[in-house]
């Protein structure tokens, strides 16, 4: 069975991998999913297996930026 994995490799870059390859990056998520699907309804047509396996980002990954919290203070 050929499983195609989608992921967030930063901010706005999506990958499409196989068998631990990136065959393919896209700006979004909505792009990189749609092309996984399609690669693997192109495998099912062609007599074989094929899945499709969507990893959300952890938060850890990606820099949170510059954050400042403001304490409210009542009035």
């Not at 870059?13 to 192109?42: N, Q």
Request: hydrophobic share 30%; net charge negative; glycine share 6%.
């Amino acid at each position: 069975m050929e499983c195609f994995e989608v992921g967030q490799e930063q901010e706005d870059c999506w990958s499409v991998s196989s068998k631990g390859r990136t065959l393919y990056f896209y700006s979004s998520e909505e792009e990189a999913r749609w092309a996984a699907l399609m690669l693997a309804s192109d495998m099912c047509q062609s007599g074989n297996q094929a899945s499709v396996v969507i990893t959300p980002p952890e938060l850890s990954h990606f820099p949170q930026g510059d954050h400042t919290t403001q304490q409210f203070t009542g009035m």
